[in-house]
C-alpha cells in the first residue's frame, strides 16, 4: 500500500525504464515502400492493405524501394505459414534493379509462388545484406489465404414448435 501524508512531493512508485534504441549505421541499407501485388492486379501497399486482403490460388509479388550506400550483397524475401516456427521461413531471392534517380536506390522484388501460399494466411518480411554486412529488415507483414476448400457442412436446427390454444384474443 501507499500511505501519502501530504499533497506535495514525488512518490515514485516504480521506475519506468528508460528506452534504449539500437544505434543504426547511417551507412546500413534502408528498405522503404513495401508493396504487394496479386497476380497482374494494383500494387497495394504493405502497411496499410496487407492484413486487409487475401490472395486465392495466385502468385503474390512483393517490392520495396531500399537504399543502401554501400551496394547490396543479398536481398532475400522471407515467408511462414502463420503457425510455424518462425525460425522455418522459407526464403526467395530478390531481384535488384538500380534507379536512376541516384547511385544508391534500388528497386528489388521477387514473386511468392501460389504453391507457397498455405491457409489460414502467409506472414512476409524483407531481409538484405550489404557488401559490409550490414543487415536491415522490413517489418513482418500479414496476408490473409482464402480457403480453396470448404469442408461438408450440415447443420440441424431444433425448433419447438408453437401450436395454437383455443385462448380467445
Keep these: 500500500g501507499v500511505h501519502l501524508t501530504s499533497c506535495e512531493g514525488t512518490t515514485i512508485i516504480s521506475k519506468v525504464p528508460e528506452e534504449k534504441h539500437e ?13 504487394f501485388q496479386i497476380e497482374n492486379n494494383t500494387q497495394h501497399r504493405s502497411e496499410t492493405d496487407s492484413e486487409f486482403s487475401y490472395v486465392d490460388k495466385r502468385d503474390l509479388t512483393i ?32 531481384n535488384v534493379e538500380s534507379l ?35 543487415e536491415a529488415e522490413s517489418k513482418q507483414y500479414q496476408i490473409g489465404v482464402k480457403p480453396i476448400s470448404v469442408g461438408n457442412v450440415s447443420f440441424e436446427m431444433d425448433i419447438t414448435s408453437v401450436k395454437e390454444g383455443g385462448s380467445l384474443v
Design 23 to 35: 544505434e543504426i549505421a547511417s551507412s546500413a541499407p534502408k528498405i522503404f515502400d513495401v508493396k
Design 63 to 94: 517490392s520495396a524501394i531500399v537504399d543502401a550506400q554501400i551496394p547490396l550483397q543479398r536481398s532475400e524475401l522471407r515467408v511462414i505459414t502463420m503457425g510455424q516456427p518462425q525460425e522455418e521461413y522459407v526464403v526467395i531471392k530478390m
Design 100 to 134: 536512376p534517380i541516384s547511385n544508391s536506390t534500388y528497386v528489388i522484388s521477387a514473386t511468392i509462388p501460389s504453391s507457397l501460399i498455405q491457409e489460414p494466411a502467409i506472414s512476409y518480411w524483407i531481409h538484405i545484406i550489404d557488401e559490409k554486412q550490414n
